[in-house]
Nanobody, 116 residues
Framework: QVQLVESGGGLVQAGGSLRLSCAAS????????MGWYRQAPGKQRELVAT???????NYDDAEKGRFTVSRDNDKNTVYLQMDSLKPEDTAVYYC??????????WGQGTQVTASS
């Protein structure tokens, strides 16, 4: 059974930092592209960042320079370091694990709130 468990969300003042973690089980973690997505109230889920099995990263333009995605294959965990948080970063953040087009798994999400 595949499980993706996010942690590290919370309430922070604008300008602050949070580090999200996503622990994966039930998959061969090292071969998956791991990603972070977010969904704000009334909006569609959107890409934040991804990291491939080889360590290549991709970011949405709004997060470039503020967020950093990384992975630890020994711990089956992907991280999202979020700095200089803005109120518009407030959303539920979801972890995603994807391998080709056949294997696509989601976590249950963790709330991030950046207050102004």
């Amino acid at each position: 059974q595949v499980q993706l468990v996010e942690s590290g969300g919370g309430l922070v003042q604008a300008g602050g930092s949070l580090r999200l973690s996503c622990a994966a089980s039930g998959i061969t973690f090292s071969i998956y592209t791991m990603g972070w997505y977010r969904q704000a109230p009334g909006k569609q889920r959107e890409l934040v960042a991804t990291i491939t099995s080889g360590g290549s990263t991709n970011y949405d333009d709004a997060e470039k320079g503020r967020f950093t995605v990384s992975r630890d294959n020994d711990k089956n965990t992907v991280y999202l370091q979020m700095d200089s948080l803005k109120p518009e970063d407030t959303a539920v953040y979801y972890c995603n694990a994807r391998y080709r087009s056949l294997h696509d798994h989601w976590g249950q999400g963790t709330q991030v709130t950046a207050s102004s």
